[in-house]
């Protein structure tokens, strides 16, 4: 019977019989005591009688039915939200998300950016659409997850296509609307990969990137062939998307700003630890049912209190500090995502500019606000400008913004040193470079040097002006510590440190300007007498060739 009930529970949804074995004794009068059915092919005499045998036995079986439990296969992608308890505590949502998942500081980032992004449908205005990129196994499906499927609030789809979104199918005799895009209507939609968009055919990315820019404008109309047409107006619909980060390939500049890219674990890859990902989820693997149902809880339920006592009117305002570095991001995201077109043959086809950064500014003041009311703070602080801030650094291309990072912290670099320290392929690295010069982001100027250099010219790049004070508004200068008297260390700027120690550094430079002045005689010098060695060898060369010619004539 427990043999009867592990095969019924493993076979949900399926038809089965289990072999008759009373038909076994019509065949062996004087008994059987066989348990296999290789028990009845040793008993049997002739061979070609055991087939018989054996369809007897399944043909006089009972089949039985496990229907699937339509509850209990549905309740993982579609959850009542009435049914939850609303959490209004954001230190016990806090708490539950760190007991149920594995997280850093990126992750409760992301957490806190994707319910603000869910929320933004409902002010007015263009929605904020977000790529959540991550490693394999990382735990960005499981976060995805954990917003409940389908419900009042979110729905869910495991892939997308642009025939998901608009169909021209025309039901007969039925008025009912067969594309799947009204339904997603003032909802935020989770996708869970749409990285499968890249083994997609180009003409169908094409059509499913081209619907997703009218369904961000709020106004979509597709006439079909068979006399529909397809027409909604005032559609506004939120967008998480999970990718891996073959996404990075991918340059999206020709949709504008509408897809943001999140790093689920961060690109500071000292924040993560792999180590504690795989023992908290090994803690979880007898768990891992209740953890989801915890995260599910949780996250529907602060959301809930979210949704239920949200009042766009009572949304705080950004403080003018906070407004410039939002412009400063806007600006910096926009330039480093501009893509140049390049032909194979001839190089760059056209002058490449920069799209305007109103849209984006825009996007990142009106989720900067809904990030305060969901962090639950009375002001907009600087920790929420790190929230929006790392929203617009993971959206700009990694390798992109490690080269202008490090430009920006040494002032100037050269091309060899950034391959070294910024492990980017020569090639790679040749490219950005490029790119950067057509779209004015570096500048670039010759080393003047009396030696000759075989190869290409050793060059000198330094950041454009606006890209220059657009990362100095939004990274932070870095301190150093200067010790007392006391031998107590405080963290005073390096300008400060310089007047307060005035006499010191005014002797420094005067040490430094000798000692610079004497390497310059010193270089000049040996390069006049580098100068006059080569000379004396060219002349001493020309001599030589002079005096073969000569007793080559007379021979």
Known sequence: ???RESIAKKAKGFSYSFANWNVVDDYFPDGFEGKDPRDILNATKVKAEVLPIYLDMITEATLETESADKEETSSAYSIDVDSIEPLPSRKKFRENVLRAMYTNDSILKCIDIVMAAALCVNLPGEPVWIFLSGEASSGKTFLIESFGGENKYFDYASK?????????????????????????????????????????DKGAQQQLWAMFRDIYDGYIKIPFGNGKVFKATGIKIGCIAGVTHAIQARNDSEMGERFLKLDYLGRDKSEFCE?????????????????????????????????????????LKVPLEIKEKLRSLAKLVVRLSTKVTKDRHEGMVYRPKSAIATRLFLTFGQLIRVLAYVRQEKTITNETFECVKKLAFDTCNEFNFQVVDYIHHKGSAKRG?????????STRMHQILTDFEALSIVNRTKEDTDEQVSGRPNYTYTLNETVEACLTDTIKRR????????????????????????????????????????????????????RTIRTRKSTSNKGKAGSRRKTANKA
């Open 275 to 315: 180590d504690e990902h795989m023992d908290k989820a090994w803690e979880s693997m007898d768990k891992k049912k209740e953890n989801k149902e915890l995260m599910v809880q949780t996250i529907l339920g602060y959301y809930k209190h979210l949704a239920e006592n949200f009042k766009p009117e009572e949304l």
């Open 417 to 425: 040193e950034m391959i070294n320290d910024l492990r980017i392929p």
């Open 1 to 3: 019977m427990k043999f």
């Open 160 to 200: 997308l296509t642009h025939t998901s979104l608009v169909s021209g199918w025309k039901p007969t005799g039925s008025d009912e609307e067969s594309s799947g895009l009204p339904k997603f209507n003032r909802k935020t939609l989770f996708i869970k990969d749409m990285t499968v968009i890249l083994d997609m």
């Open 479 to 530: 301190k150093r510590v200067v010790k007392n008297n006391n031998g107590i260390s405080s963290g005073k700027t390096a300008s400060k440190s310089k007047t307060t120690d005035g006499n010191k550094s005014s002797k420094k430079s005067s040490r430094t300007d000798k000692l610079r002045s004497a390497t310059t005689s010193n270089s000049s010098s040996t390069a006049n007498d580098k």
